[in-house]
């Protein structure tokens, strides 16, 4: 701790984001160039280094986030880097992405502003890139053992780097025609920027992994004929299947999954379309679902320039503050959050219909309405208590010309034949079945990330694929000494 009075006398600030009118103009990331270097060192002087500390506890990647904070505090940029990569493959995405349920955990968040842990962990990222600390780190020696990822998402990414850097030889199969998973064509650039990808799958191929994209394994090679091949496989494919919306309407045209108008978008921003398809450019837009992935269809819409964006949320407002009763200090709480995207719509009024922001909470879909071309034209909605029973006389209608469906996802798509090819067990819920070391039914396969565990987060897939590398590197050895910061069945810390 360089200043042990750090949090007595240093209010908590953030990185600033830009001004709303200038952000949406353009798809570049939503905070201020240049704006966090010069505050950081003061804000990690905010922590207390706990005997005990819960924000490392709460981070699936048991990130060592009080050293860091020191070193931070300090200016030592290298050692900081050295720490931050010990136990996190891809910093700069966690540090941009990661809803941190570190900071819920931080001690001084019993009474106070938590430390701006995200914020220092991108710096640590960023400085990392500029100083030039993250070399490749190839191998010394190869152990002549082959391993086939499948999926090329922060799972199979961070698999494929550290068996890469164990020695053994590894090929990421991938059907998009780029790498990244979610982190290329689900979240947008206004997250995160496509060139921190670039760069990392830059790193890892001059340390040797192999990347095949336009590959889907089960259609274009067949699943088998894979596992044949290498000495092990990882399927770290996602949970890509969507939750359907059964009401009557949905046939009508201009109703579309958000995974669907997501990477259109992104497609754009990256130069493959000159325009979306979907395009949300002078049409009133409405949401259904009130997660991360609505909000992000809300920030996209907001800038391919909607006349009118609404979000619906089947759940109540939460409150702004932590319930003690439900939700506990150090567990993650449901909170009324104000992400980019919702600070956005809320100060342009993208949604007439709603008070603060573009979200109606409480809300359920009740049918879709259209016009003699048979394209959607109206929502219909009702009010609904907590037990979702509708409310009386709340009926209403949105003007809808472009809906998005943000409901989850279910569990891995089906549709390429991995699954069955192999003849993988799964879950009651769609998952992959695996047993305490990640491995499946099938020999020598093993099952990693949002494909096993169900949609979660970044963190989690990173954590996910710096365990199953462990598992399999004993697989493949008898020993290992990667580190495995989670089982497959840790969860969140609930109460
Ligand atoms: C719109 C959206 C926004 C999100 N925003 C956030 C966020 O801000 N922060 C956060 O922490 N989490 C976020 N998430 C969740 C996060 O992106 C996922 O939890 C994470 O990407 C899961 O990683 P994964 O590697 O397991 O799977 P994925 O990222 O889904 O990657 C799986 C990859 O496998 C490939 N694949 C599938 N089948 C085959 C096959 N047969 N052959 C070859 N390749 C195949 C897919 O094309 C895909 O590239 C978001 C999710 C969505 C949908
Ligand atoms: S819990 Fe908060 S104050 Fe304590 S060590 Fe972690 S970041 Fe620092």
Known sequence: MADPKGFMTTPRQDWSRRPVEERVRDWDEVYVPGALLPIISKQADRCMDCGVPFCH???PLGNLIPEWNELVSRDDWRTAADRLHATNNFPEFTGRLCPAPCEAGCVLAINQPAVTIKNVEVA?????????FTPPRAPERLSGRTVAVIGSGPTGLAAAQQLTRAGHTVAVYEKDDRI????????????MEKHHLERRIEQMRAEGTKFRTSTAVGRDVGAAELRARYDAVVIATGATAWRELDVPGRELGGIHQAMEYLPLANRVCQGDLDASPMSAAGKHVVIVGGGDTGADCLGTAVREGAASVTQLDIYAQPDSERDEDIDPWPTYPKLYRLSAAHEEAGELRTAPAADADARLFAASTLRFTGGADGHV????????DTRRRPVPDTARTLPADLVLLALGFSGPDRKDGLIDQLGLALEPRGTLTRDSGFATN????FAAGDA???????????????????AVDRHLTGSSRLPAPIGPYDRPMVV
């Open 442 to 445: 099938v020999a020598g396969v």
């Open 452 to 470: 096993a565990r169900g949609q979660s987060l970044v963190v989690w897939a990173i954590a996910e694929g710096r365990a199953v590398a462990a």
């Open 57 to 59: 506890e709460a981070c």
């Open 377 to 384: 034209r109206s929502l219909h909605l009702v009010e609904v």
């Open 180 to 191: 990244g998973g979610l982190m290329r064509y689900g979240i947008p650039a206004f997250k």
């Open 124 to 132: 640590v990222a960023d400085q990392a890139w500029e100083l030039g």
